[in-house]
Structure formats: C-alpha cells, structure tokens
C-alpha cells in the first residue's frame, strides 16, 4: 500500500478516535487492518470512506448493527433502495418514540419544579416526586 495511513492519520481523515478504530475492528465492523513490517495497521482510503460512514452514521444515532447492515448494503450495488429505506425509517421511528419520552420526561420535571418554591424549607417536591415514582409528582410545595 503506497498511500496507507497509519491509524493516527486514519482516525484524523474520518473523524473516528484511534480508539473506535480499533474497536470497530474488534467487533468486524471495520476489516481487520493490514499491517506494516513494524506490525504497525495500515489504512487505505478505502478504509477512511468507511469510517467516514460508520461515524455519519453513528453521528446519525444509529445503532451498530444497524450500520453493519448499512455497510453490508452500501457495498452491495445490487441492492434495493427500499431495504435502505427500511432501516432508515425504523430508525426514526425509534428517535421520535425517544423524543416522545423525553418530552414527557421535560413535562414531568417542569411540573414538580413549577411546584417548588425553592426557598429554605426542606420539603420539596421534585425529590418527594422522584422518591414517590409519581411521573409529574403529587406532591406540592406549601
């Protein structure tokens, strides 16, 4: 490989931490690298156009698996946009069910901070709410 990057150049190319490089490589997201004289791994720009994806994706939200599967359809050019599709609707399926309850989960503490006074006094609705498991809390600040 005459234009082969060592993992510092690599990880520098993609935006992906020497240490996710190497990971992804351990879990085979990523081929195992080639390796120098030094046994040293060595990237092409083969290697950096996927990291450069997997860290999209990863940017993206989506899950490792679901990469690896973006990956594996990405390189096949026989492929059918609708399984591309697919995997990109799942997924946002997921993230707005996510958005969903963390816009419930902001309600809940807007509501038991609304009720606290935040003053001196020891009682406090926020930690009687979280103690209760009472999502917007019952208790109140008097």
């Given at each position: 490989m005459n234009d082969s990057l060592n993992i510092g150049s690599a990880a520098k190319a993609s935006g992906v931490s020497a240490k996710m490089i190497r990971h992804y490589e351990s879990i085979g997201l990523l081929p195992a690298a080639q390796r120098s004289n030094g046994n040293y791994r060595l990237y092409g720009q083969q290697d950096v156009?996927?990291?450069?994806?997997i860290h999209r994706a990863r940017s993206l939200?989506?899950?490792l698996e679901t990469i690896r599967e973006l990956l594996a359809l990405w390189r096949n050019r026989q492929r059918s946009?609708?399984?591309?599709?697919?995997?990109?609707?799942?997924?946002?399926?997921?993230?707005?069910?996510?958005i969903?309850?963390?816009?419930?989960?902001?309600?809940?503490?807007?509501h038991l901070?609304?009720?606290?006074?935040?003053?001196?006094?020891?009682d406090c609705p926020i930690l009687d709410g979280l103690a209760s498991g009472s999502g917007a809390g019952k208790a109140n600040c008097h």
């Amino acid at each position: 490989m005459n234009d082969s990057l060592n993992i510092g150049s690599a990880a520098k190319a993609s935006g992906v931490s020497a240490k996710m490089i190497r990971h992804y490589e351990s879990i085979g997201l990523l081929p195992a690298a080639q390796r120098s004289n030094g046994n040293y791994r060595l990237y092409g720009q083969q290697d950096v156009h996927n990291l450069r994806f997997i860290h999209r994706a990863r940017s993206l939200g989506f899950p490792l698996e679901t990469i690896r599967e973006l990956l594996a359809l990405w390189r096949n050019r026989q492929r059918s946009s609708s399984q591309v599709k697919k995997l990109a609707l799942t997924h946002v399926a997921g993230l707005e069910a996510k958005i969903t309850e963390m816009q419930e989960m902001a309600a809940s503490l807007k509501h038991l901070a609304h009720n606290c006074h935040g003053d001196d006094r020891p009682d406090c609705p926020i930690l009687d709410g979280l103690a209760s498991g009472s999502g917007a809390g019952k208790a109140n600040c008097h």
